[in-house]
């Protein structure tokens, strides 16, 4: 069992749960922007790759 004191906390959760839920926003745009055959609107959805990166980054820096 983890002692609640002793617990590593990650205190850049809350960015990484905004970021990712960005990503899935730019994401549902992306689709969206594709099934209707917008690429302009596609090409602004594509923000959803940065928001990933940096959400993935994050993360990995956090559990390092």
Same mark, same amino acid.
Do not use: C, I, Y
């Given at each position: 069992m983890i002692d609640k004191q002793r617990?590593?906390?990650f205190a850049? %959760?809350?960015d990484l749960? /905004?970021?990712a839920k960005a990503a899935a926003r730019h994401?549902?745009?992306l689709c969206a922007a594709c099934t209707n055959g917008d690429? %302009?609107?596609a090409r602004a /959805?594509?923000?959803a790759i940065s928001?990933?990166?940096l959400a993935r980054a994050m993360l990995r820096t956090g559990l390092e």
């Open positions: 617990r590593p906390t850049g %959760a809350t749960v /905004a970021h994401l549902e745009d690429k %302009a609107a /959805a594509l923000q928001e990933l990166e």
